[in-house]
Structures are given as structure tokens and as C-alpha cells.
């Protein structure tokens, strides 16, 4: 069994996309982020950067295994099942470069536009144009990569795929269109029909708010420094 602590974001989709996949046994905790529940001290001693997703493998070999961060989660899960990543080296190298693009460039860049798009107050035109344009490069990145192929890696759909594909899931919502970039439309459509990855996408939606965050949420998502994180954790700096 799997604990698999989870908030329905594209980052959580992920980890989720990959679970459904594999039929993998997993009991979902929720973690509320904004409510300030990935502060809490059960989360933290599997995550430290208090960010989802996270899993407990409660079937490893030695005892139980708690793996952090979304690349991560998804290279442990394929190389312990044998599942959605080639054994060949070079495959497996070329898919080790899609995870590190996805959560070094296109996760980030995502993230932020979601920010100034979805939540930051007041005029940010500077900080809109950056974004979309580092959206949109990360776009591009991914159309030449899909030129004459279905898959990003080895001509199989793999744990690259699953990564890359939440944030390209919502480019509308972000204020980008794919009108450009006809093989990721393409890519994402396909993806998007698969059963597993519409459950997994479906994971928790009772869980949102219809609402958007207000001032104390906002302050918990995005006011996050070293002080406010150890307060919140109720543990002391440099604890364990």
C-alpha cells in the first residue's frame, strides 16, 4: 500500500496520472494547502520543502520508504515496478532529461504564470508578458520534441509523458493557446483519453473551492518564508 498525500493540482495529478496507471493500492490524505496542512508535522517528515505530492511506500523492501517531489515519485514508482520507463540506459537517460526539464523549466515557469494569472492583486503586465513568454517557449520545446513522434521518449508513452502533460492540460485557464503548436494539441488530446488519466485528473475534485483564496490563504500559499514556514510547523528551526 501506497499512502500518497495529495491536493488536486497539476503537480498532484502527476504522481496521481502514474498510480492509476500502474493499479497500484494507495490511500489518498489529502492535504489542503491552502488550510496550511503541508506545515503539519507528519507531512514535513516526508516532505521537507512542505510542498505535494509525497508518498509513503508502505511496501519496500527494509520498511517503509517516503519519496519527495514529483520526479522523484514518478523514477522510484517506474523503476521499482518495471513499468512506464525503458530499461535501456539511453531511454532511461533521455527520459531522466524530461523529468529534470519538467520540474527545472516548464513546472516553474507554469507555476508562475498560474500565479499572476489566477492570484496575484493589482497590475502585473511585466510580470504576465514574462511568464507567458517562457510558457510558451516551454511550448515550443515540446512541439519540436513531438515532431514525428506520439511519445516524448522511446516511442512509448512513459512517466515523461504523465509529467509534462498536467501543466499543457490547463494552458487555457493560464491565458496560452496551443493554436501554434499542433503536435502538443495533438499529444494532449491523446493523453487526456486515457482512463487512467482521467481518474487520476478527477482525484479529489470535491475536494476544491469553488472560491478563491482569500487573505489568510493567500498569506499561507505565497508569504512563505523561512520564519513563517517553521511557525506554522509549530517545530523550531533546525528541529527534527
Given at each position: 500500500m501506497i499512502d500518497f498525500y495529495y491536493w488536486?493540482?497539476?503537480?498532484?495529478w502527476k504522481a496521481a496520472i502514474l498510480l492509476?496507471?500502474?493499479g497500484a493500492p494507495y490511500n489518498?490524505?489529502?492535504v489542503d494547502i491552502a488550510r496550511g496542512d503541508q506545515f503539519g508535522p507528519e507531512f514535513l517528515a516526508v516532505s521537507p520543502n512542505n510542498r505535494i505530492p509525497a508518498i509513503v511506500d508502505r511496501d519496500a523492501p527494509g520498511g517503509p520508504v517516503g519519496v519527495f517531489e514529483s520526479g522523484a515519485i514518478l523514477h522510484y514508482l517506474a523503476r521499482k515496478t518495471g513499468r512506464f520507463m525503458s530499461p535501456d540506459p539511453a531511454l532511461e537517460k533521455e527520459?531522466?532529461?524530461?523529468l529534470f526539464w519538467q520540474v527545472g523549466n516548464q513546472g516553474?515557469?507554469?507555476?508562475q504564470l498560474s500565479h499572476f494569472v489566477n492570484y496575484a492583486p493589482g497590475d502585473n503586465a511585466y510580470a504576465l508578458e514574462r511568464y507567458r513568454n517562457e510558457y510558451d517557449r516551454c511550448l515550443g520545446v515540446l512541439e519540436r520534441r513531438l515532431e514525428g513522434r506520439d511519445w516524448l521518449?522511446?516511442?512509448a508513452y512513459s512517466i515523461a509523458d504523465m509529467i509534462c502533460w498536467p501543466w499543457v492540460l490547463i494552458a487555457k485557464p493560464l491565458?496560452?493557446?496551443l493554436d501554434a503548436f499542433p503536435n502538443v494539441r495533438r499529444w494532449r488530446q491523446t493523453v487526456k483519453e486515457r482512463p487512467a488519466v482521467r481518474r487520476a485528473v478527477d482525484l479529489g475534485k470535491d475536494y476544491r473551492r469553488t472560491a478563491p483564496p482569500g487573505e489568510e490563504?493567500?498569506?499561507i500559499l505565497f508569504r512563505q518564508t523561512a520564519a513563517t514556514a517553521t511557525e506554522r510547523s509549530g517545530r523550531p528551526a533546525g528541529g527534527r
Open positions: 488536486p493540482t497539476p503537480n498532484g492509476e496507471e500502474l489518498t490524505i489529502p527520459t531522466l532529461e524530461w516553474p515557469m507554469a507555476g521518449v522511446g516511442g491565458t496560452a493557446s490563504e493567500r498569506g
